[in-house]
C-alpha cells in the first residue's frame, strides 16, 4: 500500500495538472489533542486502544457499534439524519459512552435512532484530525473543478488510496451506511441529494471562524456533489486500478532483477570457490552446501520445473513440472485425495471429503488413513518475487505466470478472506 500510495500521488498530480488544476495540499497542523476517551480524540488513537484488547481491530470499535446500530435501528426511521436528537438525551449518552464503553459496560438497545445519528455527527465534526485530513480535505473539494465525471471518479478513487488506512476504512463504512439509507428512502424520507447535503459540513470541516466568502460559500456547494459521488459509486471507489497493480508488480520485478544479478554473481564466487580458486586457494567439493540450491533453481527453470509447498497437508512440499495448458486448479488436485493410482487429479474422486476413505494414494510421505489433503477451499497462492501474495483462480495459466514473476513461492492452502478496496 505504500507503494500504491506513491504512485496514487504522481496519478492524481498528472490529472490534476492536465485540467490546469492546483493540487492543494494543506500542511497537517500541530494540535494538542485528546489521548484517551472517545469524543475528540484522533482516530489512531481510537485504534490503538482498541488492538490492546483486539490486535486485528481496523475501525475504532466504538463508530463500527455506533454506525452497526444506526444500520438496525435507523434505516427506516423518518427523517433519520435530518431530525436532530433530543439535546439533553444525547449529552448524557455522550458522557455515558465516555464513561463506560472502553470498560465494556455501554449497552445500545435503550438507545433512540435519532439521537444515536446526532452522536455520529457530533463524533465526526470532533475529530481533531477530519475523516478526509487535513491535508487531502481540499483536494477533495477541488474535484469538483474537474469537468468530466469519469475523471472526477477517478481523481476520488486515487485520493481515496491517499487516505491512511483507518481513515479510509472508516469512510468507506460512513458512505456504506448512507447508501443504506438512501436505499430505504420510501421509508425515511431521505434521498441521495438530502443526505449528502446534511453529511457534507460534517466532512469537510470549516476551519474559517470569520463570515464565510463567496468562493468558500460556492467550494461548499461543490462538496455536496463530492459526498454525492461518494455515497453514488462507492462500490468501486475502495478499489486499486489494475494499471497501478502492474505498476507495483513492474516495481517488484525491477528489484527482484537487480537481486538475481547479485545472486549471479554470488554462483560465480562459488563456482571459483568450488574450483579451488576462492580464498586462501583451498579447493572445495564442486556440489558444497552452499551451491547446492543455486544450481537446483536453475534447472528447475530450465526444466519448467515448480516445487510447491502444502505446509498444512502431510505433503508438504512436490516438485511439478509445468505444461503450456496446465493451470493453478491442476496443482491443487495433485493434493487432494485419490482413490486409485489410475484415477486422474481431476476426477470426480478428487473432490471427496477429507472424511472419506484413503484407499490409495501415491508419493504420499506418510500414507496412513488420517493423512491431510486439499479440500474444496484450498487454492495455489503466488508469494514474493515481484509481488506480495496473492490468491491464484483456479484457471490461471501457470507457464505465463511463471514468465512474469520466475522467483515466486508457490504455495497450496486455503483460502483466506481480506478486506478488500
Excluded at 508469494?383 to 497450496?412: Q, S, Y
Aim: proline share 5%; charged share 25%.
Amino acid at each position: 500500500m505504500e507503494k500504491v500510495r506513491s504512485l496514487s500521488l504522481i496519478e492524481l498530480t498528472a490529472l490534476f495538472d492536465s485540467h490546469g488544476l492546483a493540487l492543494h495540499r494543506r500542511k497537517p497542523v500541530k494540535r494538542r489533542v485528546r489521548e484517551s476517551g472517545i469524543f475528540g480524540v484522533p482516530l489512531q488513537n481510537l485504534i490503538q486502544e482498541d488492538k490492546m484488547k483486539n490486535e486485528r481491530t481496523s475501525v475504532p470499535s466504538f463508530y463500527v457499534e455506533l454506525v452497526r446500530y444506526l444500520e438496525f435501528k435507523g434505516l427506516k426511521e423518518e427523517g433519520i439524519l435530518r431530525v436532530p436528537g433530543n439535546a439533553g438525551r444525547v449529552k448524557a449518552i455522550r458522557e455515558e459512552v465516555e464513561e463506560k464503553f472502553n470498560d465494556g459496560c455501554f449497552v445500545w438497545d435503550v438507545r433512540r435512532a435519532h439521537d444515536c445519528a446526532t452522536l455520529l455527527k457530533q463524533f465526526l465534526r470532533e475529530l481533531p484530525f477530519p475523516l478526509l485530513t487535513q491535508e487531502y480535505q481540499p483536494t477533495f473539494a477541488s474535484v469538483e473543478s474537474i469537468p468530466d465525471r469519469k475523471q472526477q471518479l477517478q481523481a476520488l478513487n486515487l485520493l481515496i488510496l491517499l487516505l491512511p488506512a483507518v481513515h479510509r476504512d472508516c469512510l468507506k463504512i460512513l458512505v456504506q451506511f448512507l447508501s443504506q439509507v438512501v436505499a430505504h428512502e420510501k421509508q425515511n424520507k431521505m434521498g441521495l441529494n438530502s443526505v449528502a447535503m446534511i453529511m457534507a459540513p460534517n466532512l469537510f470541516l470549516c476551519t474559517s471562524k470569520s463570515q464565510p466568502s463567496l468562493q468558500e460559500i460556492k467550494q461548499a456547494q461543490g462538496t455536496v456533489n463530492i459526498v454525492r459521488m461518494l455515497i453514488k459509486y462507492q462500490a468501486i471507489l475502495w478499489t486499486i486500478p489494475g494499471f497501478m497493480v502492474m505498476q507495483v508488480r513492474y516495481l517488484y520485478e525491477a528489484e527482484g532483477n537487480k537481486k538475481a544479478k547479485d545472486a549471479k554473481a554470488v554462483r560465480k564466487l562459488l563456482a571459483k570457490r568450488a574450483r579451488g580458486d576462492g580464498v586462501g586457494g583451498s579447493p572445495q567439493k564442486k556440489h558444497s552446501l552452499g551451491e547446492a540450491p543455486l544450481v537446483s533453481m536453475d534447472v528447475d527453470y530450465e526444466n519448467n520445473i515448480i516445487r510447491v509447498k502444502a505446509p498444512m497437508l502431510n505433503k508438504v512440499l512436490m516438485a511439478i513440472q509445468l505444461t503450456e495448458f496446465m493451470c493453478a486448479g491442476d496443482i491443487v488436485s495433485k493434493f487432494r485425495r485419490r482413490s486409485s493410482p489410475s484415477e486422474s487429479p481431476c476426477s470426480e474422486s478428487s473432490k471427496l471429503p477429507e472424511s472419506s476413505s484413503s484407499g490409495s494414494y501415491r508419493n504420499c510421505l506418510n500414507p496412513h488413513n488420517n493423512n491431510k489433503f486439499a479440500s474444496d477451499n484450498f487454492f495455489l497462492y503466488e508469494a514474493g518475487g515481484n509481488i506480495g501474495e496473492r490468491c491464484l483462480d483456479h484457471d490461471t495459466n501457470m507457464m505465463a505466470l511463471r514468465k512474469v514473476n520466475p522467483h515466486a513461492d508457490w504455495i497450496v492452502k486455503p483460502q483466506t478472506q481480506y478486506l478488500h478496496f
